[in-house]
């Protein structure tokens, strides 16, 4: 079958791309451990500059790259434009603080000499997802490739014009031939990439589903695996919150690319004492949302990537309505060219409906009322997921206690939740296992090498 670039604003295909067959593969699989070896081999300071080169290009190319995001995914151009600024700077931080997060460790020990060395692993797959289609590949890639790795993209089927454009931006760059390269291939072909010797470690962001069925894969050839999956984050709001900001927030963090991301703030938990208010002022600002063609610098909600994830989203939303939920605001399809649906609010949200229970991947608030601070712990961790996770109140100190009890791979206290090459991104239970991004997420794929010396 072809790739197809489909726009999901206009509801019109953009271009379509021949899928490779199995002796394209084998040789590109072939090359990249070849080229592996070499790269492995270069110095650090090499490596380096060809991340910066992809960070400025990049930048110089940041309104044709964000243009491309837009038109293939519906992300609106603004949010866009900020993604490829994003992966410039996750190319900057590896490329200054990848030298030192690989530097051998002096351990003391009853031998002359013992260290601990962090070596390339050797041919990394990243499957990475639609929703940010360049940010989640350059994450997986940049430390991956600082550290000596050749990288495997197999992107999502519905924007092989991003996963091209990234592969030439390298390219463009001086990184030798091979060592980054995007797969023009099927899904039912993953598992042959996850077989091959030639690869040593796999990476995935993308659906709880997907991650069960490749990790199972990459345990049965014993290959190593991070998993980032799905989330329903948890965003607290407590009687003491200043509701101004945390409501300011609550927008931004649920409406951010038409809702569809793993680390949006989904299941807002209410104490009784500011419940209506916060779903009053959320009311108002929801309402306001300006929805439209994604390229108008003035829309803040494009069309949702694809017809079946918002059929699915509304299926969710009435099936919770059937089951006690209330429509607030929207939660219908909109109807126009396009994949739109209205940006929403589902009230009284309760563990008898699917929108407790389920990810919600599009642009729905749900508002669950606790009881009281102790019951709004308790709903925030009565979820199979655990990626990230809020805090809303004026007394710092008393949530960052709070958040030692969150079952959640993060916790913000007072502000939305995001990832930042600084600090270790990933999740627990059912939202996968493994760190990206800092030192933690480079150490990913790398073999920890133990060296005594008498």
């Known amino acids: 079958m072809p ?51 992809a960070a400025n290009q990049l930048l110089a190319q940041r309104d044709e790259y964000a243009t491309l995001i837009t038109l293939e995914m519906g992300k609106p151009l603004r949010e866009a434009r900020a993604e ?30 013992s260290y601990i060395a962090y070596q390339p692993l050797g041919v990394v797959l990243a499957i990475m997802p639609w929703n940010f289609p360049f940010w989640q590949v350059f994450r997986a890639a940049a430390p991956a490739l600082m550290a000596g790795n050749a990288l495997l993209l197999k992107h999502a089927p519905n924007v092989p014009q991003c996963a091209l454009a990234i592969e030439e931006l390298f390219r463009a760059g001086g990184l030798p031939q091979g060592v980054f390269t995007n797969l023009m291939i099927e899904v039912e072909h993953v598992v042959e990439v996850i077989a091959s010797p030639h690869v040593h470690a796999v990476t995935l962001t993308g659906s709880e589903a997907a991650g069960r069925k490749v990790a199972a894969c990459a345990g049965q050839h014993l290959k190593k695996c991070v998993l980032e999956l799905g989330g329903s984050d948890p965003f607290v709001v407590l009687q003491d919150a200043d509701l101004e900001l945390a409501v300011s927030m609550a927008v931004a963090s649920r409406f951010l690319n038409c809702g569809q991301s793993c680390i949006a703030a989904k299941r807002f938990i209410l104490v009784p004492q500011i419940a209506d208010e916060f779903l009053q002022q959320l009311k108002t600002k929801v309402a306001a949302l300006q929805l439209g063609d994604p390229l108008d610098d003035a829309t803040q909600i494009g069309p949702m990537a ?54 919600l991947f599009g642009p729905v608030a749900l508002i669950i009322r606790a009881s009281s601070e102790e019951d709004a712990l308790r709903i925030a961790n009565d979820t199979r997921f655990g990626l990230g996770s809020s805090i809303w109140s004026n007394d710092a100190e008393r949530a960052e206690q709070l958040a030692t009890h969150i ?25 996968g296992y493994g760190r990206e991004l800092s030192k933690l997420g480079m150490h990913e794929f790398v073999n920890v090498k133990t060296v005594w010396i008498r």
């Open 84 to 113: 490829v600024e994003k992966c410039a700077g996750v190319c900057e931080y590896y490329a200054q603080h990848g030298e030192q997060f690989m530097h051998a460790e002096t351990v003391t020990s009853d031998a002359a000499k």
């Open 306 to 359: 694809r017809a079946d994830l918002r059929d699915t989203l509304h299926r969710q939303i009435t099936d919770s309505i059937a089951h006690g939920a209330v429509a607030v605001v929207g939660c219908k399809p909109v109807e126009r060219a396009g994949f739109f649906y209205q940006p929403s609010i589902l009230d009284h949200v309760t563990a008898d409906t699917c929108a407790y229970r389920e990810e």
């Open 407 to 431: 079952q959640a791979g993060c916790t913000f206290i007072n502000g939305m939740v995001k990832s930042d090459p600084r600090l270790p991104f990933g999740g627990v239970k059912a939202s």
């Open 3 to 53: 790739f197809i670039s489909h726009n999901p604003s206009s509801n019109q295909t953009l271009l379509t791309f021949a899928s490779w067959d199995a002796a394209q593969l084998l040789q590109v699989l072939s090359n990249a451990s070849e080229a592996q070896q070499s790269w492995a081999k270069t110095d650090f300071a090499v490596r380096a500059e060809m991340l910066r080169n």
